[in-house]
């Protein structure tokens, strides 16, 4: 989800416990600061609970984001987050919105599993999915992500922070842009082994945005599926509507029987979990080649919109989304 706006490399270590397989991609760090740091240097905040995960297949678990917009009592923590444990280490997909709900995913990790946390990887760079990824890389993991995915969070990460500054207050506190040390391009999966269990990662063109990343789950047939996936939740357009919609009938053909949405429940039938994005971006785009032809500008189709169904948190996201679809569809 996007956040609204208001006023080094390492070398891989020996013994580490998991294995890269596939061609590694060079890659040289852009960005710096990182020495001295520690998960101690960041000040910590209260929680009412610990963060709870469902295990939604043998060793996979999931924290279900709540559907909300970013509050301080949130700390950002409104995404699904996913927690696989290998027979020698652990990845994790997506680092949380704030590096306070990140500190309060390792804790609960702990509770699950004595592994170590050896791989983090980012869907896409939202910053409730990515705010919390310096957390993760100070503890050792490498951050996989999409090869443009290190640009986006250079391009925008400054503006994120102004926002969650003030939308979030103390949780946000340390947190900073990582080097993706582990790119994946379009053109080339790559795979992760776990110890006996392979996950693979595929970058994908522009759709939900222009870095998006999934996970397939080997062992349990399990694809997550970051924002590519919205259930419950009004889906948003920050890439391309058509790449979107092209992007679905190729997921739809990944051999997985349950899917983790980057928002949504916890885990839902695969592909039939695509049913009602589908529908819903379908829709939109009707709608808008209909108001072009008729030559209606975007003011007055936002003025009287087509009807968003019973998404939830559509009345701000489905005008954004009716804006991002007229200015493509324009120009078809």
Not at 64 to 90: C, K, M, S, W, Y
Not at 218 to 237: H, K, M, S
Not at 261 to 279: C, D, F, I, K
Request: net charge neutral; glycine share 10%.
């Amino acid at each position: 989800m996007e956040v609204p706006v208001g006023p080094g490399k390492r070398a891989p270590t020996e013994g580490e416990g998991s294995r890269v397989i596939g061609p590694a991609i060079d890659r040289r760090a852009l960005l710096g600061g990182f020495a001295g740091f520690t998960a101690a240097t960041l000040p910590r905040t209260t929680r009412a609970a610990p963060l709870p995960l469902v295990e939604v297949a043998p060793g996979l678990f999931v924290h279900v984001g709540p559907h909300q917009d970013f509050t301080p009592a949130n700390r950002g923590g409104i995404a699904n987050l996913a927690l696989i444990v290998g027979g020698e280490a652990v990845a994790v997909v997506d680092a949380g919105g704030s590096p306070a709900q990140a500190r309060d995913f390792l804790e609960a990790i702990a509770a699950r599993t004595d592994r170590p946390v050896r791989h983090a990887i980012l869907t896409h760079h939202h910053p409730d999915h990515v705010m919390g990824a310096a957390v993760f890389r100070a503890i050792g993991a490498r951050i996989w992500g999409h090869a443009r995915l290190e640009a986006a969070l250079l391009d925008r990460f400054a503006t994120y922070r102004a926002a969650m500054d003030r939308l979030l207050g103390a949780a946000i506190d340390g947190a900073e842009p990582v080097p993706v040390e582990e790119p994946v391009v379009i053109e080339t999966p790559r795979r992760i082994d776990l110890g006996g269990r392979v996950l693979e990662l595929r970058a994908w063109p522009t759709a939900h945005t222009d870095c998006d990343l999934t996970v397939r789950d080997t062992a349990t047939g399990t694809l997550i599926a970051g924002d590519l996936l919205f259930l419950e939740r009004i889906p948003v357009i920050d890439g391309s509507l058509l790449g979107w919609l092209r992007a679905m009938d190729e997921l739809a053909r990944i051999p997985a029987r349950l899917v983790v949405p980057g928002h949504g429940p916890a885990s839902a039938p695969w592909p039939e979990a695509l049913v009602p994005q589908r529908r819903y971006l379908e829709d939109l785009a009707a709608a808008v080649r209909r108001a072009i032809a008729r030559g209606r500008s975007l003011s007055a189709l936002l003025a009287q919109p087509p009807p968003a169904g019973d998404w939830l948190l559509s009345s701000n996201d489905h005008p954004r989304n009716i804006t991002a679809a007229y200015k493509e569809l324009e120009w078809e």
